[in-house]
């Protein structure tokens, strides 16, 4: 619906295209103030203006102009706010859309200069302000005065001319931005201060002045018409001063603002009791009279909606805080992470690292008689029954040549495998072809099923018997002088990944200690795994 005819609008244009001329998608947003009021036309608008972009990347738009006169508030201008797809800054700023450009294109006002990202199209200064900035120093009646030369010859007359502009069109061509009925009621100046009475007139010859009469008299007081009206409660809607207290009347308070037990009804109190849960006479009540239970008697805790001690960190009870008013992780569920890569999806128990994260992945080998540690962070309780390096480029051997354990971090050993030959790297059920012709993949030694509860683990591994060409392992960083996985805050050591010299084909040794003079850190860290299968 277009809008009421009367009130000047503008078109506004405007067309986008990316620099090679392909269209864009998106719209312009045109916001007014709030609400602009055209009483004239008993009409108020408000809300922005969505112009979409066509496929063109064109859009067009009717707008009231900013100066149309009439309108609350006047003087304001529009914001205008680009959304434009695939355009990293879209700009917001403000236009004026005056009456006397009735079709304007965007490009042509909307700012360019990225250091002034908002400002107003305004109109250019009018003839009277270019005298002003000329030297001229008058009013502006004085400037239109002084346009008028003298008197020509008279000359022949001319053909009647247009109609003139009437005070009202003067009064806005020389600044006033009011309405036609505002410019009206300016004309109109204050009350002025009422005069002196004048003096009486002369007696008019047909008859004297009559004496003054005598003062009139009110017609009627709330209904009731006498020269002499007096008032009683009823007339006003009021009680009578001799109503407290009385009969049909109202209640009196007394000094403490109460009614006093005189003016109380006899059934409110004050009589003897006539029972008391259907005892008479002097009532002495037990705890069954009124449903209480016996002294000594014992309460369950269901019997008063409470959880029975024994169901704090119970299957289907509630969970119980540690010392640091924290859950403890054994009561957590053992849930992978979302959306990530954990030990469990890819069907391990643990690792020491995720291997994927590996740095410069070169072939390195274990050295014989070498007994290498590496730390793992048990937080609940794990049932083991493997240990697993990952190898590559290992083809096999059929003898006993390695050994494997757990250390707690106290270093005391929990389980250790027994002297076993190895297969293949990459003989996992599952292995991809490339990883069995390239002997890449996990290596597991088999240990006895085993549970570890929440600490600090080392896993253990030694080449026993052999060459140092039998076995190849991936490491975190190639001839890393330190392992880079030593290092702690302050508190109890625990180094992840560090080794000892001369493991003999036997038995594992019972206990270990990575602060004993023989232990050293200056070797690539193997990647090691725990799973139960």
Known sequence: MPLPEGIPTVQLTGRFLTPDGRPLTGQVVVRAPSLVTFGEFD???????????????????????????????????????????????????????????????????????????????????????????????????????????????????GATGPEGNDAYEVAVAAGYSGTRAQWLASLVGPQGVKGDQGAAGTPGTNGADGAPGAPGVVQSVNGISAAE???????????????????????????????????????????????????????????????????????????????????????????SLDASARVPIAQLPAAAGRNMWTPQALGFEAWSCDPYTVANPVAKYLK????????????????????????????????????????????TKVVESAAVALTMAGQESGSMPAMVSNHIGAVP????????????????????????????????????PVATANFWMPGTPFARAWYTEGQANAALPTTVSQSAAAVLADHDIPIMALANV
């Open 445 to 480: 030694l088999a240990v006895t099923q085993t549970v570890l509860t929440p600490g600090r683990y080392w896993a253990a591994w030694a080449l026993v018997v052999g060459g140092t060409a039998d076995f190849a392992f991936y490491h975190v960083q190639n001839e890393a």
């Open 43 to 157: 009409v108020i608008l408000g809300g922005p203006v969505t112009a979409p972009l066509d496929s063109t990347g064109a859009f067009e738009v009717v707008l009231p102009a900013t100066d149309a006169p009439g309108m609350i508030p006047d003087d304001w201008s529009y914001q205008v706010a680009e959304q434009l797809a695939g355009v990293a800054t879209n700009r917001v700023y403000s236009i004026l859309l005056p009456a006397e450009a009735p079709e304007v294109d965007l490009a042509d006002i909307a700012p360019t200069d990225p250091s002034t990202p908002n400002y107003v199209a305004v109109r250019g200064d009018s003839a009277y302000e270019v005298a002003v900035e000329e030297g001229f120093n008058g009013t502006v009646t004085q400037w239109l005065a002084s346009l008028v030369g003298p008197q020509g010859v008279k000359g022949d007359t």
């Open 229 to 319: 009206v007096t008032l009683d409660a009823a007339a006003v809607g009021a009680v009578p001063a001799t109503a407290p207290g009385a009969a049909n009347g109202v209640a009196q308070l007394d000094a403490s603002g109460k009614v006093p037990a005189a003016q109380l009804p006899a059934s409110s109190g004050g009589g003897a009791v006539a029972s008391v849960n259907g005892y008479t006479g002097v009532v002495v009540l037990a705890a069954g009279d009124v449903g209480a239970a016996t002294a000594g008697h014992t309460h369950t805790a269901a019997q008063v909606g409470a959880l029975a001690t024994t169901a704090r960190a119970a299957a289907n009870g509630v969970a």
């Open 368 to 411: 014989p008689n070498r007994l290498y540690f590496v730390g793992f962070n048990i937080t609940e309780s794990t049932t083991v029954d493997r240990i697993v390096m990952f190898a590559r480029g290992y083809g096999g051997v059929s003898t006993n040549r390695y050994r494997a354990g757990i250390y707690r971090e106290n270093g």
